[in-house]
């Protein structure tokens, strides 16, 4: 059983549709541990609740400064005891100390093709703004490992989405999370729990031929 912690800071629908995979059973061989919040009042906490997975928050703003955040972070990440921490739509940075205890063992979700439109600055809404304002014609998101940069892990899955003509930010947004996050996280958390996913050389190895290949091509 893959032990898993969500991270979340906001209204939780990728961790939604992790939750709803697990009890599906299209994530297999994995059990939700716990949820961590930055924020009180992230709707995600409410959607833990529901489900009956333990939840916690853990606020920069309850503390006096980024070390001791970090530390109890870092704590509270490591009592659930996880074999993998996914970022879902986590939007703090994360302590170096967690990136090197949890090396190919954190995973983050991003939602544009990597490497366009990622980086500093560049998160929710901003990325789909900034893909419009290019002029895009094609959008989409990305799973990765997680390392000391932002945004610049190893890659595990990738999915196109259509930019349309008109498009606000939010209807490519919504587009994104439904045709692309929703689906290729929960399928990145199903390869990882069933031992599908390496890293070599800064790249992973899909050890599955049609499905995932399709997906990490698109
Ligand atoms: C998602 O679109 C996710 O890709 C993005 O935040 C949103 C969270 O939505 N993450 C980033 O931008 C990370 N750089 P959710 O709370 O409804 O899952």
């Not at 014609?137 to 945004?151: L, Q, S």
């Not at 008109?166 to 996050?181: F, I, N, S």
Request: glycine share 10%.
């Amino acid at each position: 059983m893959l032990n898993v912690v969500v991270m979340v800071s906001g209204g939780g629908t990728n961790l939604q549709a992790i939750i709803d995979a697990v009890e599906a059973g299209t994530i297999t061989n994995t059990r939700l541990a716990g949820v961590i919040s930055n924020n009180k009042n992230a709707y995600a906490l409410e959607r833990a609740a529901k489900h009956g997975i333990p939840a916690a928050c853990v606020s920069p703003k309850d503390f006096e400064d980024r070390g001791q955040f970090n530390q109890k972070l870092l704590e509270t990440v490591d009592g659930f005891e996880p074999d993998l921490v996914v970022l879902a739509g986590f939007l703090v940075v994360i302590p170096p100390e967690m990136t090197a205890k949890y090396r190919n063992r954190m995973i983050n979700i991003h939602p544009s093709l990597i490497p366009s439109f990622c980086g500093t600055g560049y998160y929710g809404l901003r990325v789909h703004e900034a893909a419009l304002a290019r002029g895009v014609k094609v959008a989409g998101a990305t799973v990765h490992f997680v390392d000391e940069g932002t945004d610049t892990g190893p890659i595990i899955l990738q999915k196109a989405v259509e930019a349309r003509q008109g498009d606000t930010p939010k209807e490519l947004q919504r587009r994104v999370m439904e045709q692309a996050e929703w689906k290729i996280l929960p399928r990145a958390i199903d390869l990882i729990a069933n031992g599908k996913v390496k890293v070599e050389n800064g790249k992973t190895i899909i050890e599955e031929p049609t499905r995932s290949g399709q997906e990490a091509s698109l």
